[in-house]
Every structure is written in structure tokens, then in C-alpha cells.
């Protein structure tokens, strides 16, 4: 009886109150709405701020995008609980009755979407998630109908009717003025090049204003430069900084390439971009360890970079070899070999006219072969340890099937009997991520990289803990697991 009065007592209080003010006729029971139908339930509305529709530069740097509204005099205020922009989080905060973002953060935000700086209005699809403050203390969320506008970086620079040139540590170019690299232009506002890189670390770059170039004045020549955002960022793609960047105000920094090899480097003009690749032809074996075959190419080099590939396996048997390319794989007129047949030369010359197959200086033994594709040389190093782990199986592991350990959803590779220790298969990767290789399906061995490399057709990099990114897609997938040496071949 007791809880019955009090029950009574409490309904009679909401009752007067509503009888009150019919504003507060919700307070009560906020938590009796869901956040789709709590806005409606206290008249509050969305609808476009006076910035929807945005063309940088902004005034003041703060972009008004979606008003509030409401009828109800009970509200006191809004909590930003969360934005999106064409489906993705973006920071933002209310200010009064309007949702706000920075203009500078939106800008990187909406050029990150589309890979471009270009000065093109970006449709904007815009969902807000707010806290509706009540003038009582009490609060609940409340979900806003979508909104819609656009969004318009600032103009770009005009392409410059000279082109451009790369000056930084590449073959025969280097910091000198004197000597820069031109880049070739396409005609579509692309602008390419090739480059060797030279050091095992980070190799240091800039583009410049084919206009300001001069053989000896840097003061000219640096007032058009143009990088990237982070010091040494080897992020690719990656967005273009230039001078008097009005978005990306740290000023011009530098921009590096990983590792020795070759790269090819493009320049968007029109989206302010640039891309870089790695260019290393395919080199593979033909001879004992696959049979002779024309077809067969799972006895890949292992790519070291600058145009270096080696290969590790017991040799075993003499007139061992011969090299194709991987364009000219099948044509014996295209082969690289040694111009005295069944040579065992610890190393020598390789010629590709009326090449002869070569061996390893003695057979049934582990060496590496090392071929320079630049100086078509070759060596052979015997390795010190003759019984390497040998494991019983080798699989890759990774984003693509969750990192779950069981057999199954591991992509398990073949050894060649032929070739001990070299491993190989053919997949399909369906979803971009970090993949690994592993020994015996287990993490007692793996293999990773050190970091993310650039990457054309062929990825390769130091082995190291780290994951291997690749996007989705079909590859040929190489391991060595005495050297830890792998290629991922992308199948176009």
C-alpha cells in the first residue's frame, strides 16, 4: 500500500507539471525515445548551415555546416556526439545553433576522399549525432536528419609551361644544380619520371617550377619548390605542398624513397599529387630447378634493389641455368646467360646474346647467386651454414582472413623439391590489409617487412616484424626461408 501511494504521488507531480508548460511535457521519460525519433519529440530540426555549400579560402577558417533549431523552449543547448561527412568520422564541435568544422581540417579531410587538391566542388553528405541539453540538467541523444552541400578547395597553381625537374639522391642527379633530372610530360597536366635511388635508407627529394630553374642560383630555383607536409614522409601517393601553401602552412618539407632501386615518379599537376613506384623488371631462372620449362615461373629472383637480384637454393646439378626476363620469358633469343658454356666461375659477365647456361661453382651445395642487372654481372656466395631449419610448411597469414590460425583459412605455399627452401603460390588477397608469411603455421617463425615500401607490380622490402601491405587483389607470392627474402608479384 505504501508503494502504491508514493507511485501515485509521483505520477500526480508529472501530471501538474506538464499541466504547467506543455514544453516540458517530455522530461519525464527522455530515455523513452531512440535517437531517431528524440529530435522530432522536441522540435528540434537539422537543416543546412549558411556554409553547406564551402569554396576555400574561408574568411574566418571555421565552416558553419549544419544549423539547429528548435521550438521548444526547454532545450538549453547541444553536444556534438558525433559528425560524418560522406560516411567517414570528422571532427567538429557546436557553436550556438550550428555545427562547426575547421575549414583547414575539412579541406585535408575532403582531398584525402578524393585523392585530389583539385578546385572541384565535392558533394557533402552530412550526418549529425547530438546530445540535446534540457534547461532541467537532463540530456539524451538525438540523431539529425542528413544533410547535403559541397565543398571547393582553393585554386590550384597553373601548371607550369616548362614542366618540372627532381633534384635529390638519385644516380647522376643529386643536389646539384647543375644537374637536374627533367621530368617527361604527358600532356594531361602528368608529369614522369625513372630514378635509381642510392642509399639502403631514405633517399631525399623535391620538385621544382621548370620556370625558376637556374644552374647556379638556389635562391631562384627554391622559390618553386615543391614536397610534402612531413619531413621525410615516404607516404605514396601523397598530397604536392608548394610554396605559399595556404593549407598546408609548415612550408615545404622533404619527401623520401626507401631502399635502393629503381622508382618511377609521376606528378598530378591537376589533383596536386604525386605517386611513386618501384620499376625493376621481373627476372626469373630457367634451367634444372624448373625443369627447363618455358612456362614454369616460380624459380623468381628475389629483388634487392638498384636493378640487384639474388637467388638461394642447393644447386644441384651442372649446366644449371640460364636468366629471362619477365617480358621476354620463353624467347632463348632474349636469355641472359655466360658467354662460355657451363661455366662455374665464382663470378663473371652476363652476356644475352648467344647466351650459354652457367652453374654454381660446385653442386649439391647452398650458394646465392647474385646477378647486376645494371653492370650484367654475377657472383656466388657459399653459404657458411650447409644444414639449414628446414620447416614443414609455410602459409600467409593476415588482415584478409581475419589472422585466424586455423589451417584452413591460411593460404598454405608449395616448395619446389628442386629448388629447397624457396616457396610459392598463387592467390587471390579479397580485401586490402597487412598479411605476414609464417613457418608450420605457427608464430615460433614469420616474416614481415621493416615498413611499408613503395610498391609497383613487384613488392619486396627488408625482412622484419612489421606487416607486408598489399590492396586486394591476385599475386605471386615468393618466399626464401633462409634469407627471409620475398617478392609479391601483383597478376595483372
Known amino acids: 500500500m505504501k508503494k502504491t501511494l508514493l507511485y501515485s504521488l509521483a505520477a500526480m ?23 531517431e525519433e528524440a ?11 549558411p556554409e553547406a555549400t564551402a569554396v576555400m579560402p574561408d574568411e574566418d577558417g571555421v565552416i ?49 576522399q578524393n585523392n585530389s587538391r ?28 542528413t544533410t547535403t552541400g559541397s565543398f571547393t578547395p582553393a585554386p590550384t597553381p597553373a601548371i607550369d609551361s616548362k614542366g618540372y625537374f627532381l633534384l635529390g639522391d638519385f644516380e647522376n642527379v643529386g643536389w646539384n644544380l647543375p644537374t637536374p633530372l627533367w621530368m617527361e610530360d604527358n600532356g594531361d597536366g602528368t608529369f614522369t619520371a625513372k630514378v635509381t635511388t642510392v642509399n639502403d635508407g631514405s633517399n631525399w627529394f623535391k620538385f621544382y617550377a621548370g620556370s625558376l ?8 630555383v627554391n622559390s618553386g619548390q615543391m614536397g610534402c607536409a612531413e619531413n621525410g614522409d615516404a607516404t605514396t601517393p601523397n598530397f604536392l605542398v608548394y610554396t605559399n601553401d595556404p593549407l598546408y602552412t609548415g612550408g615545404v618539407q622533404t619527401p623520401t624513397i626507401e631502399g635502393k632501386g629503381t622508382f618511377n615518379i609521376t606528378l598530378d599537376m591537376k589533383n596536386l599529387t604525386y605517386t611513386i ?13 624448373q625443369g627447363w620449362s618455358q612456362t614454369d615461373m616460380s624459380c623468381m629472383f628475389y629483388a634487392q634493389g638498384g636493378n640487384s637480384y639474388s637467388y638461394t637454393t642447393k644447386w644441384n646439378g651442372a649446366w644449371d641455368l640460364k636468366i629471362w626476363e619477365g617480358g621476354d620469358f620463353g624467347n632463348w633469343d632474349k636469355a641472359f646467360g655466360t658467354a662460355v658454356d657451363g661455366a662455374t ?67 598454405d605455399m608449395t616448395q619446389r623439391p628442386s629448388a629447397p627452401h624457396n616457396w610459392y603460390v598463387r592467390a587471390t588477397i ?63
Open 118 to 145: 583539385a578546385a572541384v566542388a565535392r558533394p557533402l553528405e552530412v550526418k549529425s549525432l547530438v546530445s540535446i541539453n534540457l534547461e532541467n540538467g537532463d540530456a539524451f541523444t538525438a540523431e539529425g536528419a
Open 64 to 112: 558553419q555546416l549544419v544549423e539547429i533549431k528548435t521550438s521548444n523552449s526547454g532545450v538549453a543547448g547541444y553536444t556534438l556526439k558525433g559528425l560524418t561527412v560522406n560516411g567517414e568520422e570528422i571532427e567538429g564541435t557546436v557553436s550556438g545553433n550550428y555545427i562547426t568544422v575547421d575549414a583547414a581540417t575539412l579541406a585535408k579531410f575532403i582531398e584525402k
Open 213 to 220: 630553374y637556374d644552374n647556379a642560383d638556389w635562391d631562384k
Open 277 to 289: 613506384t618501384r620499376a625493376e623488371s621481373k627476372y626469373y631462372i630457367v634451367g634444372n630447378l
Open 345 to 411: 666461375d665464382a663470378s663473371g659477365s652476363l652476356v644475352n646474346k648467344d647466351a650459354q647456361s652457367f652453374a654454381a661453382p660446385s653442386q649439391n651445395e647452398f650458394w646465392t647467386l647474385t646477378v647486376d642487372m645494371n653492370s650484367l654481372s654475377y657472383s656466388w656466395t657459399k653459404l657458411g651454414n650447409q644444414a639449414p631449419a628446414t620447416y614443414s610448411a609455410v602459409s600467409i597469414i593476415g588482415d584478409f582472413n581475419g589472422w585466424k590460425t586455423d589451417n584452413n583459412s591460411e593460404i
Open 13 to 35: 507531480a508529472a501530471f501538474g507539471l506538464a499541466g504547467c508548460n506543455g514544453d516540458y511535457d517530455d522530461w519525464a521519460s527522455p530515455q523513452a525515445y531512440g535517437p
Open 39 to 49: 529530435a522530432a519529440a522536441y522540435g528540434v530540426t537539422f537543416s543546412n548551415g
Open 430 to 492: 579479397p580485401s586490402a590489409g597487412g598479411l605476414k608469411f609464417r613457418a608450420n603455421h605457427d608464430w615460433a617463425t614469420s616474416w614481415g617487412s621493416t615498413k611499408d615500401y613503395a610498391v609497383g607490380d613487384v613488392y619486396y622490402g627488408p625482412t622484419g616484424t612489421e606487416n607486408i601491405t598489399v590492396p586486394a587483389g591476385t599475386y605471386e607470392f615468393y618466399l626464401n626461408d633462409i634469407t627471409g627474402q620475398w617478392n609479391i608479384v601483383a597478376v595483372n
